[in-house]
Every structure is written in structure tokens, then in C-alpha cells.
């Protein structure tokens, strides 16, 4: 009987590493945004929360306060969600009306984060690999209303 636990053990670790890859792999990298604590930003991200799927990517565990992230298994496409980062002020920026929420970007990056404008507190996506905003945007919407709009970019 001494050599049945060992087995036991061993299985049970093959087991879990096996099963690791199907739970989402390792928590994406999202640094909490200074207003983070923003009580605005538990509203939107327990709608956040609904979206399992964003741009064919499922949701999986990302490591600071009021994130959020969706990504492939490799990692090599990733969209991620901060909400309480700096409002943007008058812009001369890009400005994207998607579903009734202004997002401001900066015209000097190649691909740039997207932040909601008009709306406090400010949340931004940013993605990477082949997605775009027009991916994303539309997925996330729902999530950002939940804050009023004050300004729009028109």
C-alpha cells in the first residue's frame, strides 16, 4: 500500500497540468488605473463581467484592481479592459462614436489604447495581435453606459 500514494499523487499533478491550459493559462498583466477604487468602476465592471466572449476571445483572469481581459490561449491577441485611468480633456484626437460611447485615441501610436471620453471615471481598452477597435468596441459598450455621458466628441 506504501506505493499507492505516491501514484495517487502523481496522477493528481499530471491531472492538473493538464487541465491548466483549459483554465486560461496565467493572469494578463493590467496595472490598476489611478482611480481604480472609483465606486463608477464596480458598475462597470460587474457588467464587464458578462461578456465571456470578446472578439472570439475568451475572458480570463488578469491581475489588477477594476480589469479585465480577454485573450488567446498563446496570448498573442489580448484586449484589456481599465477603468479608472486619466479623464482625456478637449481633444484634437481620433474620436470613434460606437453604440452611443465617444472613445478618444491618440493619433501618434500605431495602435493605440481606446478611452471612453465624456464619461467619468475614463476606461480604456488596448489590444494586440490583429484586432482592431472595431473588433472590440461594440462588445464593450454595454458595459461603459452604465456611466453617464457629460460630453461627447461632436
Not at 489588477?64 to 480633456?89: H, K, M, N, Y
Amino acid at each position: 500500500m506504501t506505493g499507492t500514494a505516491p501514484r495517487r499523487r502523481a496522477l493528481v499533478a499530471a491531472t492538473a497540468l493538464l487541465l491548466l491550459p483549459g483554465c486560461g493559462g496565467s493572469p494578463v498583466a493590467a496595472p490598476a488605473a489611478p482611480e481604480a477604487a472609483d465606486p463608477g468602476c464596480a458598475s462597470v465592471l460587474v457588467l464587464v463581467r458578462e461578456v465571456d466572449e470578446l472578439a472570439g476571445l475568451p475572458r480570463v483572469a488578469s491581475t489588477g484592481q477594476s480589469t479585465a481581459a480577454w485573450a488567446s490561449p498563446d496570448r498573442s491577441e489580448q484586449v484589456v479592459l481599465r477603468c479608472g485611468v486619466d479623464l482625456p480633456g478637449p481633444t484634437t484626437d481620433a474620436c470613434l462614436s460606437v453604440d452611443g460611447v465617444d472613445w478618444v485615441a491618440s493619433d501618434a501610436e500605431a495602435s493605440p489604447p481606446w478611452t471612453t471620453y465624456g464619461r467619468a471615471p475614463a476606461t480604456q481598452v488596448a489590444v494586440t495581435g490583429d484586432l482592431t477597435a472595431a473588433d472590440v468596441l461594440p462588445g464593450l459598450g454595454g458595459a461603459v453606459e452604465a456611466l453617464e455621458a457629460r460630453r461627447s466628441c461632436s
